[in-house]
């Protein structure tokens, strides 16, 4: 997962821009990740995920890559709403090691309106 | 709304008080999760039970004491507590397969616990 630091990285963006929210994950052999958005004062909410097996998924307004190369993932939320505005963190985990995914620490999203 | 409730939402303890906090799941999983929050910290993952068994204890001091009494709730018991446990205490659920591997995980709203 991401590094931790004293600070949240942050991105601002104009409502009804895209964003792209980065995660460098440590685990060569991890083969599934998700992503998760968590707004103040509530537990995260699984927005996305993908299997090491696929190097892009789409949902609704969001698109997850993964490069396994440079072992980095990364979630794309078009047309960013004022409603998007929260921290966003990754997950990874080998599926085999049961249970056991590793969070890191997150981005938070500002959205101007 | 994901299924998985947590009460209290907010508790604020002393050091000496006992305390218990429950998360249920309405969504059929068979495994169950403890993390603790920390501001500007990623999750940790204080305990797994898998249907109804503890899996991972990753070295949580022994003030914490977790209880799974069935497959749908979770508590964990609090009593000595320090100023450095307060933070936010999510619980999440998952469907555990047979042959290894496990589904996404949802959390619940989590508690907000201040130790005085």
């Known amino acids: 997962g991401e590094s931790v630091g004293l600070h949240l990285p942050t991105l601002s963006v104009q409502e009804g821009d895209n964003s792209i929210i980065n995660c460098a994950y440590s685990?060569?052999?991890?083969?599934?990740f998700i992503w998760y958005k968590q707004e103040s004062g509530k537990g995260p909410q699984f927005i996305i995920d993908?299997?090491?097996?696929?190097d892009k998924r789409q949902g609704q307004r969001v698109t997850v890559l993964l490069n396994k190369t440079v072992k980095h993932l990364s979630l794309q939320i078009a047309a960013t709403q004022p409603g998007d505005s929260a921290v966003y963190f990754c997950?990874?985990?080998?599926?085999?090691?049961?249970?056991?995914?590793?969070f890191g620490s997150g981005t938070k999203l500002n959205v101007k309106p | 709304e994901t299924g998985v409730t947590q009460t209290p939402r907010h508790l604020v303890m002393g050091m000496t008080n006992k305390k218990s906090l429950k998360c249920e799941q309405h969504?059929?999983?068979?495994?169950m999760y403890w993390y603790k929050q920390s501001a500007k910290k990623p999750l940790e993952l204080m305990f797994v039970?898998?249907?109804?068994?503890?899996?991972e204890n990753n070295s949580v001091p022994s003030r914490f004491s977790p209880e799974c009494p069935n497959s749908s709730h979770l508590f964990l018991h609090l009593h000595t507590l320090q100023p450095e446990d307060s933070a936010l205490y999510l619980c999440?659920?998952?469907?555990?397969?047979?042959?290894?591997?496990?589904?996404?995980?949802?959390f619940g709203p989590g508690t907000r616990l201040t130790v005085l």
């Open positions: 999440a659920s998952s469907q555990a397969t047979s042959g290894g591997g496990t589904d996404t995980q949802y």
């Open positions: 685990n060569s052999a991890s083969d599934y």
């Open positions: 993908i299997r090491s097996n696929m």
């Open positions: 997950a990874e985990t080998i599926r085999r090691n049961f249970n056991k995914f590793y």
């Open positions: 969504l059929g999983h068979n495994a």
């Open positions: 039970y898998n249907f109804k068994e503890q899996t």
